[in-house]
């Protein structure tokens, strides 16, 4: 039976979590630094709790998206460096100097209004700029990127400690993953050459991370890895990962039916035999994709279940017909592991047509979490 009343639940192993961390630690040795990017409430898994596990880890900062995420994890990590990878806009200057946060510069009317206001409190603010070397996305092209830097310079309470880009693709096109360290590393020749030093560099995204060693740098920024998620498939047997979460619910009705019994909306399913029905209260608005009609699958019994007909907003039925002892309350596994068998959010991903970031991020914002303490 599931726990606390709730028929469905998101669990998150914090342990696979810390497990992970571990991981990636192994690959990029002791002393580099490891942003841990936990934005979008960590990937779905709960940015406080997840950032309390990660924060016993020597040489780590948090990463994440935008100004309000980095205050609201403030409020819960007073310490450990909280690094903004979005580009910081005009307004939000002020939010960034109470906060104690890192910020991304790319415009230079908001250095030098930032730059204004530390020097109005009497403060140097570290700051980072991001080139784009070709996602296309934000932040200053790298062609252009050293008269930017070099411009930054008369600014004289901002300190520019950090240098990055973004790969578009290191999961699978190492041609231009190459051509963008290419370009990036250009741009730290022409610094150097100038006398522009900056110590801390980071390009190494999950998939950098487990390809690319020579992307490292001072700093590497795994996101996906932490919660046990693959760029791709072919990097399946490059590093062992535990994922993280887990998507449990229950049967809450079963039928038997004859054949030619349709099944949910629109009738896209019809039994060709007697077949039996069980009902799970899960559905869209537990994140579960109504792409994965007639196409998903689920654990029941440890064995492996086809979900039949369209799914519906808070419920979807599976053929259990090859279970022959299957009741009311068994646990019924959407993702995670059930014996021995194993549904990973990868899978759920190529269900639906996307990708296992987006499928993280959307069960673990629309289901209550349970979490499973590090040990």
């Known amino acids: 039976m599931v726990e606390d009343g709730l028929r469905t639940q998101c669990l998150i192993d914090l342990e696979a979590i810390a497990h992970n961390y571990r991981q990636i630690r192994h690959k990029v040795g002791p002393h580099r630094i490891i942003a841990s990017v936990i934005k979008a409430d960590a990937y779905g898994h709960g940015v ?13 900062i948090f990463a994440v998206a935008t100004p309000d995420e980095a205050i609201r994890l403030r409020k819960t990590q ?3 460096p909280i690094l903004i990878l ?7 200057v002020e939010a960034i100097l109470e906060s104690a946060c890192i910020p991304s510069i790319a415009h230079y009317d908001t250095a030098e209004k930032l730059n204004k206001l530390a020097c109005k409190h009497n403060k140097k603010i570290k700051i980072h700029i991001e080139t784009d070397t070709g996602i296309g996305r934000i932040g200053p092209f790298f062609d252009e990127a050293f008269s930017f830097i070099k411009g930054l310079g008369s600014l004289s309470h901002l300190i520019i400690e950090g240098l990055f880009t973004h790969f578009s693709s290191s999961d699978d096109d190492p041609d231009f993953t190459l051509l963008q360290l290419q370009r990036f590393e250009k741009l730290n020749q022409e610094l150097r050459e100038n006398g522009i030093h900056i110590p801390i560099r980071h390009t190494a995204n999950s998939a ?9 740098y001072e700093m ?3 996101g996906l890895m932490l919660y046990g998620l693959y760029p791709s498939n072919t990097m399946l047997q490059d590093v062992s990962l535990k994922q993280a979460m887990t998507l449990k619910s229950e049967i809450s009705h079963l039928r038997h039916a004859t054949s030619g ?5 629109g009738k896209t399913y019809i039994t060709n035999k007697p077949t039996t029905i069980a009902t799970v209260n899960v559905g869209y608005r537990a994140g579960y994709s109504r792409l994965c009609s007639n196409k998903g699958e689920a654990l029941v019994q440890g064995k492996r279940v086809p979900i039949i007909g369209r799914i519906c907003m808070d419920q979807l039925m599976l053929d259990v017909t090859a279970i022959d002892s299957c009741k009311l309350g068994d ?3 959407f993702t995670g592991k059930q014996k021995t068998d194993f549904i990973s959010l990868a899978e759920i991903a190529d269900w639906s047509s996307t990708i296992n970031y987006e499928t993280a991020c959307t069960i673990g914002s629309m289901n209550r979490r349970f979490y499973k303490q590090a040990l």
């Not at 406080?48 to 780590?60: G, I, K, R």
């Not at 950098?208 to 490292?216: D, F, H, K, L, N």
């Not at 019994?261 to 909306?265: K, R």
Request: charged residues 20%.
């Open 48 to 60: 406080h709790e997840v950032a309390q596990v990660l924060s016993h880890f020597d040489n780590t």
């Open 208 to 216: 950098a991370v487990i390809r690319y060693p020579q992307s490292y």
């Open 261 to 265: 019994y349709t099944v949910s909306y």
């Open 331 to 333: 646990e019924v596994i």
């Open 86 to 92: 979005g580009c910081l806009q005009p307004n939000e």
């Open 220 to 222: 590497v920024r795994p």
């Open 78 to 80: 007073p310490d450990k």
